[in-house]
């Protein structure tokens, strides 16, 4: 029998309005049914906000330091659980498991370091510029938050939202992605089990036209909180725009690696191949551009090819396996037809570029690491964001055209520099324009206590990550406590 899952409101487990289902399957093995999930409705998001609302008047009021103490206990209850968490990741989107565990692992790093921050959320104090007058900054909380997430890091992604926004006070009604609501379910769970007050977490399942949107568009929500494609993220910005909500948009990369004539190549290799196929390619951050100098090309290619030519696909659940399958099948059709648009604009596929069908990859969306040499920066493949198991190879004449190549992209997530020349790197912090810059590591690798996002059409100026993401889940207020006993006007009697 598969499992039938509910939505999560007002710290209820209930069936949608709609009465209707849709499945959760395995992209590794298309016949297994993981779970039935809600396919929700306006009913379900007003409902869900409804809850919220009543619940936050009293969140709010709960001391900082003891909504951190449930968090801690959240935390817990992931480390004890991460195993379990990690297999059903992998069942339900296809990475393999040492990075599901990493996955949840970013989850529990993430709770840990944001509780920390509820016995701080520091203001400033500061001088008057008249005399018995006190001053200071304090953070408040703004009220409901809408968090939409995407399928890639089903629980870290989730995290980086939900803890900081809880910390600070507010409620939070989350609608995960379409192909991992499992995950989204497992984390809900533990947070009902952590203690969170009914009502103060929400979880409602359904596609992103019929829960997301209606959700972001709603008048109470005061936050929305994005990760996913710039497109939808462009889309909801604008539907936000004219009620002024706060909108934290966490979208695509073109990420790239310079790897310089006096690399460590061998170094510079096991980056490569971690950074283009790790996730299958399927992480914001992933390394889809290499950006080679000149005089080691033909070294790098023919070493890149032979280790990526070894790597082995399969299912993630299997401990020998290295690069699992796509998410979806559309994801795979996605892959093979930029593939095909590499091809034609006269770049050289040397390696891969073919979806796995036979035997053992019968039944899943399994695709080739895939390599293009002698791309040039203005071809598709150079520019656009493929979210597969496919990286094109860009010639460099030293570090000045590899810097440009870099900064020749609509996006500006990740970017990374393998040399040995602390001038070429430290040229290359200064001018390369991205959120993130990683020397002598691959475009991954981001950890919770710095802050993460990116330039372009990666995101709006905002940051998750790091106590810079405490900005967008609380409002400044400046207070000022005149204790003169008479009127002083500032600017006029000081
Ligand atoms: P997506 O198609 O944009 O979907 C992301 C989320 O938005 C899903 O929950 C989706 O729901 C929902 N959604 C879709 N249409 C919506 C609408 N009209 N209104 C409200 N919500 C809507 O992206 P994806 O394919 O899941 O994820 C891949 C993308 O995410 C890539 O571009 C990747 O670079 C980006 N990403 C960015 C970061 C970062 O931190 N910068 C991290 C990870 C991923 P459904 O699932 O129901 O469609």
Redesign the pocket.
Known sequence: MVQHYKNFIGGEWVEPSTGEYFENRNPANWDEVIGLFPKSGLADVNKAIAAAKEAYKKWRLVPAPKRAEILFNLAALIVKNKEELARDMTREMGKILIETRGDVQEAIDMTYFIAGEGRRLIGHTTPSEMMNKFQMSIRIPCGLVAM??????PMA?PSWKMIPALVCGNAVIF?????TPLSAYNLVKLCEEAGIPKGVVSFIT????T???P??SHPDIKIVS????????A??NE?CASSFKKVSL????KNAMVVMDDANLEMALEGALWGSFGTTG????ATSRIIVHKNIMKKFLDAFIEKAKALKVGNGLNPETQMGPLVSKS?QETVAEYVEIGKKDGAKLVCGGNKLTDGDYAKGWFFQPTIFAEVTRKMRIAQE?I?GPVVSVIEAKDIDDAIEIVNDSAYG?SSSVYTQSVNHAFQAIRDIYTGITYINSPTIGAEVHLP???TNA??NGHR?GGIQVLDMFSEWKSVYIDFSGKLQRAQIDA
């Open positions: 939409i997430t995407p399928w890639n890091f992604i609608k995960p992605a379409t192909d359904g596609s992103g036209s829960v997301g949107a959700l972001v994005f990760t996913g494609s710039s497109d939808i993220g889309q909801l539907m966490e979208m695509g990369g399927q992480r914001c951050t994801q964001e979210f997530l993460f996002g990116g990666t995101g998750e």
